[in-house]
């Protein structure tokens, strides 16, 4: 069965320091798969979204995220985080349709 | 892009009752979907919402536990009923972009916060 492991429930960064928020997927094609964030009080915003070709995706607010299929990982990661980073961020896979799987969520918190 | 409104934002409900939460579009959609995120775990779909027929549910979910209308194209309500404790979760709605591809963006509804003492 389709399955998405975020491994890290909680994140804690300084602002201005690298971030990388881990994603592993379980599917024998390749998936189509999203990461959304999620801020208190409010609904997913996409982020960036991955179906084929380059995979160095890029998204909005800095982020980018690498499809690895060795690996079976799409890691997002952005190179200097912002206070404003700080929310839930969510993996997200789909084998083609509108039935999405995601993972658990990471929390991110970012130190002053 | 589409923006999503629901009603209530949150609310605190006593074991046995039920409550209807809404979800409003601004534009006209064929689907809108109904997901649960409990403390702590993944977003897991309820329901699929389609205007003039009846909602499609999910391995684990019932018509009789959560009922749902869809009375015109831009509007649901999905209704939680003799709720207890365990169904203390957030109910989101969302929506794509246009038709129901993977390859169109999902839209997410800010989220109703329920709590069930």
């Known amino acids: 069965a389709q399955s998405v492991t975020q491994p890290d429930i909680h994140i804690t960064v300084s602002e201005g320091a690298s971030l990388e928020l881990r994603c592993n997927y379980s599917y024998g094609a390749t998936p189509y798969l999203f990461w959304y964030v999620q801020s208190p009080g409010q609904g997913l915003q996409l982020l960036l979204k991955y179906f084929s070709g380059d995979t160095l995706v890029q998204g909005i607010k800095g982020f980018e995220a690498e499809f690895k299929r060795s690996q079976s990982s799409f890691n997002l990661r952005k190179p200097s985080v912002h206070w404003s980073d700080a929310a839930e961020y969510f993996c997200?896979?789909?084998?083609?349709?509108?039935?999405?799987?995601f993972g658990t969520g990471t929390r991110l918190k970012v130190l002053a | 892009s589409a923006v999503i409104s629901q009603k209530p934002s949150r609310d605190i409900c006593q074991r046995g009752t039920s409550l209807t939460i809404q979800c409003q579009v601004d534009?006209?959609?064929?689907?809108m979907f109904w997901y649960r995120q409990q403390p702590g775990q993944s977003l897991t779909l309820i329901a699929t919402?389609?205007?003039?027929?009846?909602?499609?549910?999910e391995s684990g979910f019932v018509i009789d536990k959560f009922p749902i209308s869809r009375p015109n194209l831009t509007f649901s309500t999905l209704t939680v009923s003799n709720m207890s404790p365990e169904d203390s979760s957030i109910y989101l709605c969302s929506v794509f972009s246009s038709g129901r591809s993977a390859y169109n963006e999902q839209f997410f509804g800010p989220g109703t916060r329920l709590t069930v003492l």
């Open positions: 534009s006209q959609v064929t689907m």
């Open positions: 919402a389609n205007q003039g027929s009846e909602a499609t549910y």
């Open positions: 997200a896979s789909t084998s083609g349709t509108y039935k999405y799987i």
